[in-house]
Structures are given as structure tokens and as C-alpha cells.
């Protein structure tokens, strides 16, 4: 693994250049190779404990995105015209809470931990959970899954900005209509996951119709 050495201007330039696109080309396709790498920086992310409590879809069947529509009122537009939309999922509490068969199944399988490692791991994550972060209602273990699938979240818009590849982060959705929707249509068992975001990919349509806004970079970061 080589370390990274990306000029400090060609990644603000990313920044600069990355905006919520509100209308893509709906003639442009993002390459194969392209989505990959965008989704595999979601795969990368860094997550609590390293569990990856998050799942993504990447809806490129039509009817399926048609019947988004109805449930996500910032997305229509996005719907029609983006190369690829992706739903952001997150883990519930029947995947997550302490004592999951996910979570087990984490530390055993995917990072074949030995025994006396898994048992104080699990230990040490149930007192995270139940003393340190007072996770102890479903909602709140849902929320704290969205927050770390907000950071892969960032992790593909910004990614995919540094390749030239538009995004829009949406959470205009009605979120228990959507998840009753993903439940009946999209396979997704919703006492496992919820819906925490959608985002689209492709290529603007036309310049943003704004320039970036931001607050003072002074007012955002004090030191110390
Ligand atoms: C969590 C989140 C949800 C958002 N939801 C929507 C949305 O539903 N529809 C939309 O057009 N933009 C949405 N946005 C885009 C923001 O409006 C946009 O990022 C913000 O105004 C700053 O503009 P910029 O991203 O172009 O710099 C969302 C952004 C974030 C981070």
C-alpha cells in the first residue's frame, strides 16, 4: 500500500467542485469501473468498532425508481436523471444491539478474532453501548448505525468529485413510507435496516445555479 500524495489543490478542488446537483445529463452514464470505485470507498469507511453497519442499493431498475417517487419528494428529478441512485441503509437494533448474531458474526468471521479477543471485545462494546453512550432504545441504535452510514456518505460523494462525477445527498423522503415501500418492493427486511439517505451520481446538466456559500472558515474552527 503506497501512501497517498494528492496535491493539496487537486482535493479542494474536488470540494469546490462537488455541489448538490439538482438536475443530472440523463444521456451520460457513469462507467462500470467509475461506480465501483465510488461504492468501494463506502466498503472502506471506517465504522465503531469496525462493524459496517450499513448496506447500499444501487437502484438502476426504472419501475423501482418510479415508485420512489411518491415517498421522496427531493428526488423525483434525481430519480429521472441520475446514471445511478443509491439507498443509504442502515442496521437496527436486531443487527447491532451488544448481543447481535451480526456483531458475532462480524468479530468471528470477517475478522476472525480468536475466542478470548471476541470475549472481551464483546464485553467492552456492550459496556459502549449500555454505560458509555446509553444506546438503549432501537431508535437510538439506529441513529448512531446512520451516523457512521453518514460517513461513508461522504466518503463516495467525495470520491467520486476527485474522478469528475456529480452527486446530490438526498433525505427529502418520508422515511416510514419509504421503508414500508423498500419492505414490499425491495426485498429489504426493515426490522433490520432503515432508510437513512439516498444519493444520486452522474453528470450535471448545467452549472450550479448558485455559487458555493459558506460560513467564515474563522467562524467554523477555533483553536485552543
Ligand atoms: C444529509 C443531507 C441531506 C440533503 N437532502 C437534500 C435533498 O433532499 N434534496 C436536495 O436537492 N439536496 C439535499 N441536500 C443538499 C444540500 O441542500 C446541500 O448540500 C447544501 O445546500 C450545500 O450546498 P452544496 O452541497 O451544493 O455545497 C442534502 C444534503 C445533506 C448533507
Same mark, same amino acid.
Not at 185 to 189: L, N, Q
Given at each position: 500500500m503506497n501512501t497517498p500524495n494528492i496535491a493539496r489543490e487537486t482535493i479542494l478542488n474536488a470540494f469546490q467542485f462537488r455541489h448538490a446537483t439538482k438536475e443530472f445529463d440523463a444521456t451520460k452514464t457513469i462507467s462500470n469501473e467509475d461506480i465501483d470505485f465510488i461504492l468501494k470507498t463506502a466498503n472502506l469507511s471506517p465504522s465503531s468498532f469496525g462493524f459496517e453497519p450499513w448496506h447500499f442499493i444501487v437502484v438502476q431498475n426504472k419501475e423501482l425508481r418510479e415508485l420512489l417517487k411518491p415517498v421522496a419528494w427531493g428526488a423525483p428529478l434525481k430519480l429521472d436523471t441520475a446514471s445511478h441512485f443509491v439507498l443509504g441503509l442502515s442496521m437496527k437494533a436486531p443487527m447491532v444491539k451488544h448481543d447481535a448474531d451480526y456483531i458475532m458474526h462480524m468479530m468471528k468471521d470477517v475478522k476472525q478474532l480468536p475466542a478470548d479477543v471476541i470475549e472481551i471485545y464483546s464485553k467492552f462494546y456492550r459496556e459502549f453501548q449500555e454505560? #458509555? =453512550? #446509553?444506546? #438503549?432504545t432501537d431508535k437510538k441504535l439506529f441513529d448512531w448505525s446512520s451516523k457512521q452510514t453518514y460517513i461513508a456518505l461522504g466518503n463516495m460523494m467525495t470520491s467520486a468529485a476527485l474522478v469528475g462525477i456529480d452527486s446530490c445527498p438526498i433525505e427529502g423522503f418520508h422515511q416510514e413510507k419509504a421503508e414500508a415501500l423498500l419492505q414490499e418492493? =425491495?426485498?429489504?427486511?426493515t426490522t433490520k435496516y432503515g432508510l437513512s439517505f439516498m444519493v444520486a451520481f452522474g453528470y450535471r446538466k448545467a452549472a450550479p445555479e448558485f455559487a458555493k456559500s459558506r460560513r467564515n472558515f474563522e467562524d467554523v474552527v477555533s483553536w485552543k
Open positions: 454505560r #458509555d =453512550f #446509553d444506546l #438503549d418492493k =425491495f426485498g429489504v427486511d
